[in-house]
């Protein structure tokens, strides 16, 4: 798999899901993205080797993630932002939106 650069990151963090880049340093770089889904507010700390997903008090690590409609899906989900491992195993699905909502 491809390394999850920061123009990817970016790409879906920000301009598809209305998010924002947070703890912006002197030099106009950061790391870290917010979004919320939902009423939900999500943190990402971008690495493009492993980032990391946190929401509330739970953390998960990832190495890529994208906007999809495919399977894995909880029943309902019409889209939903996938995360997946190293080997392409999913380890976190995020709802964007449910079918007939």
Same mark, same amino acid.
């Given at each position: 798999? /491809? !390394?999850?650069?920061?123009?990817?990151?970016?790409?879906?963090? &920000? !301009?598809?899901?209305? #998010? =924002?880049?947070?703890?912006? @340093?002197?030099?106009? +770089?950061?790391?870290?993205?917010? +979004? $919320?889904?939902?009423?939900? $507010?999500? !943190?990402? *700390?971008? +690495?493009? $080797?492993?980032? %990391?997903? *946190? &929401? #509330?008090?739970?953390?998960?690590? +990832?190495? @890529?993630? =994208?906007?999809? $409609? %495919?399977?894995?899906?909880?029943?309902?989900? /019409?889209?939903?932002?996938?995360?997946?491992? =190293?080997? #392409?195993?999913?380890?976190?699905?995020?709802?964007?939106?449910? *079918?007939? !909502?």
């Amino acid at each position: 798999m /491809k !390394k999850f650069e920061f123009e990817k990151a970016e790409a879906i963090f &920000v !301009k598809c899901l209305g #998010g =924002e880049n947070v703890n912006v @340093d002197a030099y106009g +770089f950061s790391r870290e993205f917010e +979004f $919320n889904v939902m009423g939900v $507010n999500y !943190k990402i *700390i971008w +690495f493009h $080797n492993q980032s %990391t997903l *946190i &929401v #509330g008090g739970m953390q998960v690590m +990832f190495f @890529d993630c =994208e906007i999809s $409609n %495919t399977w894995p899906s909880p029943a309902g989900a /019409k889209n939903k932002l996938q995360f997946r491992d =190293e080997k #392409g195993n999913c380890v976190a699905v995020i709802v964007l939106e449910w *079918i007939g !909502k």
